[in-house]
């Protein structure tokens, strides 16, 4: 008789550790939302050192960054207050270098900065549709520009 209590409960213990098992190894898994909503998202490497983040400004306009190993943006992706979007290119020191973006009239324009942030070479299409380029000393003055 003992024996046979033995074995009724070894036998409801192993089925409740296999069910347990089961259960575990064959769940339904959760469906993935179709959305997530949120104002920031950040991407952090395994050390927990951000490396990218998504965010609104204070104004309400969307901005993409990368960072580097130092946390220091070296890439963003964006759209100003006025909808246009601008592209940002920065050094290693997170200084802006160079700068893309579209005017309000939709009108491209780049800017090459030096290591201290002046603009020395900008080109675009003006206002009036026509391409030019200007290169510039480190006081702003121009030191040459072509103009279509």
């Keep these: 008789m003992e024996a046979f209590v ?4 070894l036998a409801a213990a192993a089925g409740a550790v296999a069910g347990a098992l089961a259960s575990r190894l064959f769940a339904a ?7 997530v909503l949120a104002e920031e998202f950040h991407l952090v490497d395994r050390d927990g050192t951000r ?8 104004d309400g306009s969307p901005r993409f960054m990368l960072y580097d190993g130092g946390e220091k943006p ?3 992706l964006g759209l ?3 909808g246009e979007p601008t592209v940002d290119l920065a050094d290693k020191s997170g200084s802006s270098r160079l700068v893309m973006f579209l005017a309000a009239n939709g009108n491209p324009f780049w800017a090459l900065r030096d290591q201290e942030g002046k603009v020395r070479a900008a080109m675009g299409v003006g206002a009036d ?3 030019y ?9 121009p030191l040459w520009s072509a103009r279509r």
């Design 6 to 9: 033995l074995t009724v409960v």
């Design 29 to 35: 898994r959760p469906a993935s939302p179709r959305s």
């Design 51 to 58: 490396r990218a983040g998504l965010f609104l400004e204070s």
């Design 74 to 76: 070296r890439l963003t």
């Design 80 to 82: 100003g207050s006025d």
């Design 129 to 131: 549709g026509e391409p």
């Design 133 to 141: 380029v200007t290169l510039l000393d480190k006081g702003g003055a």
